[in-house]
């Protein structure tokens, strides 16, 4: 099975509060965990990543919070707004070393209810 | 400026036909990628390549075979398409070689094949 997950499938919101996605990761040795976007009929657009040395980091309205401990990545979203509508993967490299080890979760739909 | 295209968007073939589809970048990027992505299993590597020339088997490459002759593009070839390569192919790219780098991606190629 896949090493990366999500705990919801889908999360539905209200205009202008947070949200939270939350993405359960199984591999200690995952160093470097990115979020992207997907809205739909379009590619994933990156978000924001963070190493296994840091656990948060901030963006523009985003934050994602690592907890190594009990192999937890989340993405807050502050002051959610329609255009947050999309599905929201998490990623993570396993290897650490390769580009082609990044390994994709299977998404959480965020549905912004105006 | 156009980034990463891929075409065609949509494709319907049938089952045995060869379909190719192409992904061209305009960043001069080393590292190309596809991915398809079916409901279910999120996002899944099919091949890769560091350079012009060089490719690499990804999680699910079989049915499939690819090129890099040229940086800037990276055909997919089905040789002969069966009902379970009906997906959305996305093609993406990154310009560095350490894993801590975001990948970009194209629009996605919607194949059914019938």
């Known amino acids: 099975g896949e090493s990366v997950g999500l705990h919801l499938p889908t999360l539905s919101v209200q205009e202008g509060d947070n949200s939270i996605i939350n993405c359960a990761y199984s591999?200690?040795?995952?160093?470097?965990f990115i979020w992207y976007k997907q809205e739909s009929g379009k590619g994933p657009q990156f978000i924001i990543d963070?190493?296994?040395?840091?656990d948060k980091r901030q963006g523009q309205r985003v934050t994602v919070l690592l907890n190594k401990t009990v192999k937890h990545l989340s993405l807050q979203i502050a002051a959610t707004q329609p255009g947050d509508s999309a599905v929201y993967f998490c990623a993570e490299n396993i290897y650490g070393g390769s580009q082609g080890n990044l390994i994709f979760g299977k998404g959480t739909k965020l549905s912004v209810k105006p | 400026d156009a980034g990463i295209t891929q075409s065609p968007r949509y494709k319907i073939t049938e089952t045995g036909r060869q379909v190719t589809l192409m992904c061209h970048q305009t960043?001069?990027?080393?590292?190309m990628f596809w991915y398809r992505q079916d409901l279910g299993h999120g996002l899944r590597l099919i091949y890769y390549s560091a350079a012009a020339d060089i490719t690499d088997k990804g999680e699910v490459p079989d049915g499939y075979v690819v090129s890099r002759s040229k940086t800037e593009n990276f055909p997919l070839t089905l040789e002969s398409a069966t009902r379970s390569q009906t997906s959305v192919y996305f093609c993406?790219?990154?310009?560095?070689?350490?894993?801590?780098?975001?990948?970009?991606f194209g629009p996605g190629t919607r194949l059914t094949v019938l």
């Open positions: 960043w001069s990027h080393s590292y």
């Open positions: 591999n200690s040795a995952s160093d470097y």
């Open positions: 963070i190493r296994s040395n840091m």
């Open positions: 993406a790219s990154t310009g560095l070689a350490g894993a801590y780098n975001e990948q970009f």
